[in-house]
């Protein structure tokens, strides 16, 4: 089944510790994206890749980094999270670029930092 | 800044009644609007729009987008309760390689029985 797949789905952590959220598509897609979502601010992105070795930042990429070393996998790192990035994350992925093919979503992180 | 407006924020209805949802938005270097639709977890696609004036339909979904007057609609016919979801529009943009896609904060339905 062709899907986005994150992990974990909910996580508790404290301030400072490093955290990885894995994101990984099984579609042979180019393009990947973190997202968080908060109320009242909709989806806001943080990173994107176009391709393997190819990142940049979104619109919100203060306290994240990703990597891209291979085409399926993108993951999120919080080096030192704060309780400001308390949200829910969201992986996706499209063929060759959202604006001529749709989004794939994950199923989503809820991530909270106490 | 680029913006997305959605409109709006929360509309409550009856079963059978038709709804249409709004989204108009501020971009440069616009390529495509996007609807999503967001139940519980993911936001699934819906719909892309990029030309004026053509009308994408699926089922009881129908979405036509305005370049000239920068806004789209989203209507739903006959609603039912499995129509209850967060509407959520997107905007992609392409500037010298820059890729961005600016959400709207969605609109809430919901459809009471």
């Known amino acids: 089944e062709a899907q986005v797949t994150q992990n974990p789905r909910y996580l508790i952590t404290v301030t400072g510790k490093k955290l990885t959220v894995t994101c990984s598509q099984n579609?042979?897609?180019?393009?990947m994206s973190w997202y968080r979502q908060d109320p009242g601010l909709g989806l806001r992105q943080i990173y994107y890749s176009m391709n393997v070795e190819v990142t940049d930042k979104g619109d919100v990429p203060e306290g994240y980094k990703v990597s891209r070393k291979e085409k399926r996998n993108f993951p999120l790192i919080l080096e030192s999270p704060s309780p400001n990035q308390t949200s829910l994350y969201f992986c996706?992925?499209?063929?060759?670029?959202?604006?001529?093919?749709?989004?794939?979503f994950g199923n989503g992180t809820r991530l909270t930092v106490t | 800044e680029d913006k997305v407006v959605q409109s709006p924020l929360s509309l409550v209805v009856h079963e059978g009644d038709t709804v249409t949802l709004n989204c108009s938005y501020e971009v440069t270097n616009f390529r495509s609007l996007l609807w999503y639709k967001q139940e519980k977890k993911a936001p699934t696609f819906l719909f892309m729009l990029?030309?004026?004036?053509i009308e994408k339909k699926s089922g009881r979904l129908s979405s036509i987008l305005d370049k000239k007057e920068l806004f789209s609609i989203l209507n739903i016919t006959a609603t039912q309760t499995g129509d209850s979801a967060i509407y959520l529009c997107?905007?992609?943009?392409?500037?010298?390689?820059?890729?961005?896609?600016?959400f709207g904060t969605g609109t809430r339905l919901t459809i009471i029985p």
């Open positions: 997107a905007v992609a943009k392409s500037n010298f390689g820059n890729e961005k896609l600016t």
């Open positions: 990029t030309s004026s004036g």
């Open positions: 579609m042979n897609h180019e393009y």
């Open positions: 996706a992925s499209s063929l060759e670029g959202y604006y001529n093919s749709p989004l794939h």
